[in-house]
């Protein structure tokens, strides 16, 4: 019976384990229904790097993991939706480590789990 989903190999549960990035960027980018482990380094000071996310049907059922690793002092990255999805998402990790996990039903964005400073 068709679900709608990927299998297990591509879909939810593709990114479990993953050691290496798909990406990693140093500047704003938009990311493609493949690139779902993403890092970002952001050196420089006072920077805002954005991140949209992959239109929300074309990620239905997938799960997307961003991370920034390095973060100059007063920077930060802000991980946003294409603007098609109910809830327009917008979210900003602003020390190195933040990370967010997202995860697409085809009609909105919904934050799994978080790794944000206070």
């Not at 679900?3 to 990311?31: C, H, M, Q, R, W």
């Not at 996990?101 to 934050?111: L, Q, T, V």
Request: aromatic share 6%; glycine share 6%; proline share 2%.
């Amino acid at each position: 019976m068709a679900t709608g989903f990927d299998t297990i190999e591509s879909g939810l549960f593709a990114n479990y384990g993953k050691t290496t990035p798909d990406l990693t960027v140093t500047a704003t980018a938009s990311l493609t229904v493949n690139q779902r482990v993403v890092e970002c380094q952001v050196a420089a000071t006072s920077t805002t790097v954005t991140i949209t996310l992959p239109s929300v049907h074309q990620a239905a059922g997938k799960m997307f993991t961003i991370t920034a690793t390095t973060l100059g002092s007063g920077s930060k990255v802000t991980v946003a939706d294409a603007g098609d999805s109910l809830n327009n998402i917008s979210e900003d990790l602003d020390e190195a480590l933040d990370a967010l996990c997202m995860f697409s039903n085809g009609r909105d964005w919904f934050i799994m789990a978080t790794n944000l400073s206070a």
